[in-house]
């Protein structure tokens, strides 16, 4: 099979925004301006049909990467191809038969949802732009498949009156009703009461299963994600640490960041209903990046110099078998982690 999406040293920075005086400033003293680095030179491929989750604590660059998939934001380095087209040099007919094809499940149903149109206008919006006839039909087929039944009944009520499970039922009916084949799903059940996230995503599994689409299911909890996914990426400080099966990653984690997510509890946030993880340190400054690995000052295997210079890279020869891939220095064949060898190869 062909790789839907090819995704290569895909980068993501946002310039730093300290406001007029520190713009000046940069100009007339020629200093470095600084950049977030949200996503920093990923890569894999997404099959059809395959749900690929991609996991970490929050502000490791899952959303950015999401964002970026699907076009809402433009990358700043690296390429992503999707049925073998870059989706940043697309003429205007393959950005229109893209954005058809690939859609996006925010956490916050609101953020897609227009507060001020009904759930018809809502859903019959993509169908008008994209020049689909049928219109109420689909409308209708799309509510139903969202278990939002009997849909007439949905037709004219608007955002508000529904409850947060509704809403986002809602936005899933809006991300099928252009039959795409790519769907990205950022949290989508962090924000629901807990007893309504099961109904949500034994939905979204439906979902995939039934149009056979592909899906990239953004989340910080790897117990959500060991039951949808096939494969699981883990993120830390915009790179890609780990990657492979779904059983291979939650039974046998190998980078010290995957096995600390995995031993964290999640703790229960009750006033908003949801989940965080939480480890010992905090994620590192995505403005001045580390050398070397970026792990190394929460890392409790750390060995020495060559974690200290020496980026442990995803792509090294590794004493693991089979799809897993993984970068710590604690892999590498005794000559690759010898600092001496690694700082000249770097
Ligand atoms: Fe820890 Fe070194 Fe591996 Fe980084 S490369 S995760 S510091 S052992």
Redesign the pocket.
């Known amino acids: 099979d062909e790789p839907l999406l090819e995704v290569e040293n895909l980068q993501k920075h946002f310039p730093v925004n300290k406001g007029l005086i520190d713009d000046l400033r940069v100009r007339l003293t020629g200093a470095e301006k600084e950049y977030v680095h949200a996503v920093d030179e990923i890569s894999f491929d997404l099959y059809p049909g395959e749900a690929l989750g991609i996991a970490g604590e929050s502000g490791c660059g899952k959303t950015t990467t999401g964002m970026t998939l699907t076009k809402l934001h433009e990358p700043t380095g690296g390429s992503i191809q999707f049925r073998g087209k870059d989706i940043t040099e697309l003429d205007e007919e393959d950005l229109m038969e893209f954005r058809q094809n690939v859609q996006m499940i925010f956490q916050d149903p609101f953020e897609s949802i227009n507060p001020r149109m009904t759930i018809y206008d809502t859903l019959a919006e993509p169908l008008e732009i994209h020049d689909i006839s049928n219109k109420r039909a689909r409308v209708a087929r799309a509510l139903e498949f969202a278990e939002l039944k009997p849909p007439e009944q949905y037709f004219e009520k608007y955002p508000h009156e529904l409850s947060g499970g509704e809403r986002q039922r809602v936005a899933i009916a809006r991300a099928i009703i252009l039959d795409p084949d790519f769907i990205v799903a950022d949290e989508p059940v962090s924000m629901l009461d807990v007893s309504l996230r099961a109904g949500v995503l034994s939905l979204l599994e439906q979902m995939t299963d039934e149009f056979g689409l592909s899906i990239v299911y953004i989340s910080h909890d790897l117990s959500l994600l060991r039951h949808m996914c096939d494969r699981i990426a883990i993120m830390y400080m915009g790179k890609i640490v780990e990657i492979g099966p779904t059983e291979e990653i939650i039974d046998n984690p190998k980078?010290?960041?995957t096995q600390s997510l995995i031993n964290a509890v999640p703790v229960p946030d009750p006033e908003m209903g949801r989940e965080r993880v939480e480890l010992e340190g905090e994620v590192g400054d995505a403005v001045k990046i580390p050398t070397g690995?970026r792990?190394?000052g929460r890392?409790s295997?750390?060995?020495g110099e060559v974690?200290d210079q020496v980026v442990?890279s995803l792509n090294q020869k590794s004493d693991i078998e089979g799809d897993r891939r993984v970068a710590?220095?604690?892999y590498e064949s005794d000559e690759e982690s010898d600092p001496e060898v690694a700082l000249e190869r770097d």
Do not use: A, I, N, T
Request: proline content about 13%.
């Open positions: 980078h010290p960041y690995c792990f190394k890392c295997e750390y060995v974690c442990p710590c220095h604690l």
